[in-house]
């Protein structure tokens, strides 16, 4: 229903008869003349809910480009008996590098300097002092593979870490907080690294960022809907929190001005996974967990609310 890569568009011609809904300049016509017709789905940033379901009778399959699928409604598609898959592993560097990238760019102000030298301001006077990684300690909102990345990095960056989750977990040797509030007062780096969807909508609100304390660090490159945008930038205007780096938001493309006009902030176009490499190894597992399925073979990478029973 959106474009995807190449690499995916091509395999699955090579395999399927394949409907390009993204070509279609009438999409309900589309769904309406093929829709009855469709067994699996590869989809990206599209609503999977009821309604589109009930338009799809013979779906069987959906696999998401990402390891995030919250704009699809697993329970909805458990209920009908339609597998999800996603692609998780194959991007789990690649975010981790960009987080603890973008990480350093917020504390070291590492974008606003290269302005600055760009602009000619160097040749009047030295950029003036930033923040530092030294003496901080990190809080991990949502411990999972990424998380346990971006974790296992900042180690060796001499950080102690911290994380919140549902539930402690045995086999990491960090702190663990079961209240989000107490993570933040304890840390000066919030790194979001948890699901998207309803549970965790505005997760991170004025209470959060004002535990964080004025040395504060937001780091999300998880969902944009975790973090009280409006509260954020509140947040940073008035010194609440020092900075914030930032990869993904609520309503993208969209961003709000608010953040914009933050200096001290750096934003980024949602790019945690995006080299070449990353989103082919995502790509292909698409097609992978799609070919596997019709050859009777089960999903690949089925996702928790629709796990494979062989």
Known sequence: MRPMSPLVTESLER??????????????????????????????????NDALLDRLPKLEIAANFGVGYDTI????CGRRGVMVTNTPDVLTDE?????????????????QVDRYLRQGKWLEKPYPLTGTLRGRKVGILGLGRIGRAIAHRLVAFGLPIAYHGRTKQSDVPYEYFPSLIEMAKACDVLMVVAPGGPETKN???REVLQALGSEGVLVNV?????VDEDALAAALADGTI???????????????????????????????????????????????????????????TPVAETPWKA
């Open 95 to 111: 975010v981790a590098d960009l987080a603890v990238g973008l990480l350093l760019a917020t504390v070291r102000q590492i974008p």
């Open 15 to 48: 395999h399927f008869t394949l409907h390009r809904g993204d070509l279609a300049e009438d999409k309900e016509r589309f769904l309406d003349e093929v829709g009855p017709k469709i067994r699996g789905m590869a989809v990206s940033h599209v609503h999977v």
């Open 242 to 300: 020092q900075s914030a780096g930032l990869d993904v938001f609520a309503e993208e493309p969209k961003v709000p001005d608010a953040l914009i006009r933050q200096e001290h902030a750096v934003l980024l176009p949602h790019v945690g996974s995006a080299s070449h490499h990353t989103r082919n190894a995502m790509g292909q597992l698409v097609v992978d967990n799609l070919t596997s399925w019709f050859q009777g073979n089960g999903p690949v």
């Open 222 to 226: 998880a969902r944009g809907t975790l």
């Open 203 to 205: 997760i991170v609100g």
């Open 73 to 76: 409604d697993a329970a909805a």
